[in-house]
T-cell receptor
Framework: DAKTTQPNSMESNEEEPVHLPCNHSTISGTDYIHWYRQLPSQGPEYVIHGLTSNVNNRMASLAIAEDRKSSTLILHRATLRDAAVYYCILRFRRDDKIIFGKGTRLHILP | EAGVVQSPRYKIIEKKQPVAFWCNPISGHNTLYWYRQNLGQGPELLIRYENEEAVDDSQLPKDRFSAERLKGVDSTLKIQPAELGDSAVYLC???????????FGDGTRLSIL
């Protein structure tokens, strides 16, 4: 199974952009890159996903490297409510199984 | 739309007792998942249903865990008997189809005394 590598934790100031990195050097051509986040005492929440091209939605942007071996989740203007654990996940197209790692715990400083 | 509903929110039992968790997925979602999340870890898949059929139960400890999804809607997950190591948060998720984003409930936090 392809694996992802994320920093254990990151800090950012409120109202500033946040760039959350993810390495997935063993990604295959049909793997989608998904991001979920988990706020305290809640279940994970879908954020965004992509295959090759950069993606934008109301929550975040996803920048995917040209070789697809890494990606970055971008929160354009962090708020205190964005403090959460962010999971970068490879989702196999043929098999919809998703495997969560430990994720990155994002701390937002007021 | 209403989200995935799980109950109870918290459960405390003594070891060797049975326990059951209930999940009501988002209306119209054919795929349902049960996950277990240990403290400080990401969720781990226990079982996945497509309608009423369990299509992936390879990670379900079948000696003590069982699950059912009658009529392809609500689902229950049961542990009998519970062991100390079963203390965790049990999460239910659903998706419209297998490859669509998953929507999670807030989980049931199980504590074994």
């Amino acid at each position: 199974d392809a694996k992802t590598t994320q920093p254990n934790s990151m800090e950012s100031n409120e109202e500033e952009p946040v760039h959350l990195p993810c390495n997935h050097s063993t990604i295959s051509g049909t793997d989608y890159i998904h991001w979920y986040r988990q706020l305290p005492s809640q279940g994970p929440e879908y954020v965004i996903h992509g295959l090759t091209s950069n993606v934008n939605n109301r929550m975040a942007s996803l920048a995917i490297a040209e070789d697809r071996k890494s990606s970055t989740l971008i929160l354009h203007r962090a708020t205190l409510r964005d403090a959460a654990v962010y999971y970068c996940i490879l989702r196999f197209r043929r098999d919809d199984k998703i495997i969560f790692g430990k994720g990155t715990r994002l701390h937002i400083l007021p | 739309e209403a989200g995935v509903v799980q109950s109870p929110r918290y459960k405390i039992i003594e070891k060797k007792q049975p326990v059951a968790f209930w999940c009501n997925p988002i209306s119209g979602h054919n795929t349902l998942y049960w996950y277990r999340q240990n403290l400080g870890q990401g969720p781990e898949l226990l079982i996945r249903y497509e309608n009423e059929e369990a299509v992936d139960d390879s990670q379900l400890p079948k000696d003590r865990f069982s699950a059912e999804r009658l009529k392809g809607v609500d689902s229950t997950l049961k542990i009998q008997p519970a062991e100390l190591g079963d203390s965790a948060v049990y999460l239910c998720a659903s998706s419209l189809e297998g490859h669509q984003p998953q929507h999670f409930g807030d989980g049931t936090r199980l504590s074994i005394l």
